[in-house]
């Protein structure tokens, strides 16, 4: 992974068949594929009435990928609310809960609108990284090798080796960190070259 950070440890079978993975590769690794069961999860939008009472519950509870936080009414946020169904594929009808939120002396009301959240199982195929490299590659390697795609022959591995820069001081190591973590640990058929940034 000579551009990025080693954030996963599984491809999913989907992700595999995407990146047109040599079938024997698939075959030779078919012990290793394991089914995994997603649990429920639930994915809410909070509305409120002004952007005051927004920062408010952004305060209390925090922003993250499982929720959204907009500003009007039920009535007016309807279109936005569609199409945030659609984009995220919300398909199970909502539960709308109203509550109030006690403020130091102030309390409002506000909507959370819920969905639950169902996704299916899949299969995954776990993996252990051998070689991780954050920097030093020239502008070329990020025109000619794909962010997030999987390379499955060594000819790729020995190109990409061709695009580090030449480098002083601690980092005059990588050419050598790269022949050792990713040439010399290579094995085709067996391993995947991962380049993320």
């Known amino acids: 992974m000579p551009a990025g950070k080693p954030a996963a440890i599984s491809f999913s079978l989907e992700e595999l068949a995407e990146a047109d993975t040599p079938a024997v590769f698939l075959e030779k690794h078919q012990h290793l594929l394991v089914q995994v069961s997603v649990p429920p999860d639930t994915f809410s939008i909070f509305i409120v009435a002004s952007e005051q009472q927004q920062q408010v519950v952004e305060q209390q509870f925090g922003i993250h990928d499982n929720c959204r936080l907009l500003t ?8 936005m609310i569609s199409e945030i169904e659609k ?14 939120l ?20 899949q299969t995954l195929l776990h993996f252990a990284t051998y070689g991780h490299q954050c920097a030093q590659m020239n502008a070329r390697f990020y025109e000619d090798f ?30 050598h960190n790269f022949q050792k973590d990713f040439i010399d640990n290579f094995e085709e058929g067996t391993s995947i070259f991962y380049p993320g940034w």
């Open 72 to 79: 009007g009414t039920m009535e007016s946020l309807a279109p």
């Open 146 to 175: 794909t962010n997030d795609r999987m390379y499955f022959l060594k000819a790729d591995v020995l190109r990409a080796y061709g695009y580090i820069q030449p480098a002083k001081g601690a980092e005059a190591s990588t050419p």
């Open 102 to 121: 006690h403020h130091g002396t102030a309390t409002f009301t506000y909507q959370l609108v819920q969905y639950r959240t169902v996704y299916p199982d």
């Open 87 to 100: 984009e995220l594929q919300l398909t199970a009808t909502p539960t709308i809960i109203t509550r109030d």
